[in-house]
């Protein structure tokens, strides 16, 4: 009897409290952070969403972006090309996912209840969970690297540390203490919830964008030009199975897949836009012009580095290195070094903590909505990078890093669900208060499954599997038709799994799609948004005016309203 009052006393201290008076009741489906955001929370301008997307062209990989199609024989014009036409395409993807939390201010958790059906929400979810640990280790590993180049540039020393790891261990000294450190200084900015983000986005941005052009007009200044890199043409081997055409079109996919998680969860970020004109701005202005010329300053540097060292290095950390001589060179070269490694270090946080730690916390929410929130969620996916153990990961299961970044193939799809069903079959409009019920929920379906989303998803990835697989496994002689799917996959599943979902709906439709709620429910809309969608503000109800007059507080209205029940009391 003693263990069991003590179980209570501790559920009753871990579980999450709300504001009722804010709508922020807490249950099986909904607490503080997956309520639809008020007014008063959404709090990011164009510069917000401008920052968060320009965190994701300043870093390494983005950088690194034209080796990639030029080692597959492109020419430095068609890798170009492939990175304005990827990013026109994912600033046009992820405008249209995200609209769902521009209009009704709610994140990707909630979001895939009305076309999943409130339990079969969590195949979606679950996918985005996994995605959000792995990633979130492999990117403090990756800016580990940065970090211990940054202790190098201080103490030159630590580059000649020894390795007093063991053979079985996949990594060594140097690099385990650069991703401790990386982990450590990063936990602290957990706490931080994304409306305050806009200080740091400011500082990160500027820190590393000065960092980028200051570098690349060194080394050209140092080289007195670029390289023979930069005039690199197209250089298909000899017998190579694909045409220019086909390489360019793998290229766009693997530009749009590798952000597709981002695309995916892009609701999640949206839904705190003071205006949508906010979004749409600070997206398309970062993704078009950020993105792209974060890979040509890659590409300049690299050419002109080439005419320095006589190498191309593609890989920051290791150009970095070179730079001062292993910690050897000069307290100039050194400096120079820590300020740019500190900046793609800081971008690479940030990068991580908005992209993987809070969208995980996010999605962890939607799993465990009475104990968990954004902030203990992201401490969670924070943690788990120790479970995950990334040297494991990027030292040995190269295999591994490719599924992973292939993983479009399963999240394109999901994503033609979420725009068919939101721009065709619903038409945009959507019932708030019950995707927060367990009963009598027009969001239920079929207990609590939407069956069509189901095969709809299959439908989509089923095609470009096999790609996937022969790609993977490196197969000397895969069937063309496999692979000319795989190098379409992100379009092919996004599209397919749109018409599928599309047909089983006409087929076996579902009633009253485009229902929305009379009353502003949650306090949502400003009174504009309210009249635009066609709402009636909470205060202005007049069933609630009635119900005030009879003694009941505005908490009590919320209640009737929203309870699981669906019921009146």
């Not at 003693?2 to 999450?16: M, P, Y």
């Not at 053979?167 to 060594?172: A, F, H, I, R």
Request: proline letters at 5%; one cysteine or more; aromatic letters at 14%.
């Amino acid at each position: 009897m003693a263990f069991r009052q003590r179980l209570v006393s501790l559920d009753e201290k871990i579980r999450l409290k709300g504001d009722a008076a804010q709508h922020e009741q807490t249950d099986s489906w909904s607490n503080r952070d997956l309520i639809p955001l008020p007014p008063s929370r959404r709090t990011w301008g164009w510069f917000n969403f401008f920052g968060f997307w320009a965190i994701a062209s300043l870093n390494v990989a983005n950088w690194q972006t034209p080796s990639t199609y030029l080692t597959m024989g492109l020419s430095v014009r068609q890798a170009m090309l492939i990175i304005v036409v990827g990013r026109v395409l994912i600033a046009l993807f992820s405008t249209l996912i995200a609209w769902a939390g521009l209009k009704w201010h709610i994140g990707f958790t909630v979001q895939n209840r009305y076309s999943w059906g409130m339990r079969a929400s969590y195949i979606p979810l679950l996918q985005r969970i996994l995605l959000n640990f792995i990633w979130n280790a492999v990117q403090c590993w990756n800016g580990g690297r940065l970090c211990a180049v940054c202790i190098t540039a201080i103490w030159p020393s630590f580059a000649r540390i020894p390795n007093t790891f063991g053979s079985n261990m996949p990594t060594t000294t140097y690099e385990f203490v650069g991703f401790v450190v990386f982990w450590f200084l990063s936990t602290p900015f957990l706490w931080l919830r994304p409306e305050k983000f806009k200080l740091p986005f400011q500082i990160v941005c500027t820190w590393c964008g000065v960092g980028m052009l200051a570098w690349m007009i060194w080394a050209l200044a140092t080289a007195k030009g670029v390289g023979p890199l930069w005039n690199s043409g197209q250089q298909l081997p000899v017998g190579s199975a694909w045409s220019s055409s086909w390489l360019i079109m793998a290229g766009i996919n693997q530009m749009v897949g590798g952000l597709a998680a981002g695309i995916t969860n892009g609701s999640d970020f949206s839904r705190y836009a003071s205006a949508r004109r906010h979004y749409v701005i600070g997206t398309i202005t970062s993704c078009l012009i950020t993105g792209v010329l974060v890979s040509f300053i890659g590409l300049v540097t690299a050419a002109a580095a080439q005419k320095i060292y006589g190498e191309v290095y593609w890989n920051p950390p290791d150009l970095l290195m070179v730079m001062m001589d292993s910690g050897n060179g000069s307290s100039k070269a050194r400096a120079g070094v820590f300020f740019l490694s500190a900046g793609f270090a800081f971008t690479a946080m940030f990068e991580n903590i908005c992209g993987n730690a809070i969208a995980g916390g996010i999605d962890l929410a939607g799993l465990f909505p009475r104990y968990i929130d954004i902030r203990r969620g992201a401490i969670i996916t924070f943690v788990a990078a120790w479970i995950v153990q990334p040297w494991q990961l990027i030292n040995r299961a190269t295999t591994f890093i490719t599924v992973l970044s292939s993983f479009s193939v399963f999240l394109a799809p999901i994503m033609g669900i979420m725009a068919c069903d939101y721009y065709v079959l619903r038409r945009r409009r959507i019932r708030l208060s019950h995707l927060y019920r367990t009963k009598n929920s027009c969001y239920t379906f079929w207990k609590g499954v939407n069956w069509r989303a189901i095969p709809a998803w299959i439908c989509g990835w089923a095609p470009t599997i096999g790609g996937l697989v022969v790609t993977v496994r490196m197969d000397p002689s895969p069937p063309r038709a496999l692979v000319q799917l795989y190098y379409m996959a992100f379009l092919i599943g996004f599209f397919i799994s749109a018409v599928v979902f599309y047909l089983l709906n006409l087929a076996f439709p579902v009633p009253d799609m485009d229902q929305i709620d009379e009353v502003d429910v949650y306090g949502t809309f400003s009174p504009a948004e309210a009249r635009r969608i066609g709402v009636i503000p909470l205060d202005e109800d007049s069933s609630v005016m009635g119900i005030s007059e009879t003694g009941m507080g505005r908490g009590s209205v919320e209640n009737v309203v929203v309870s699981e029940d669906g019921k009146k009391s």
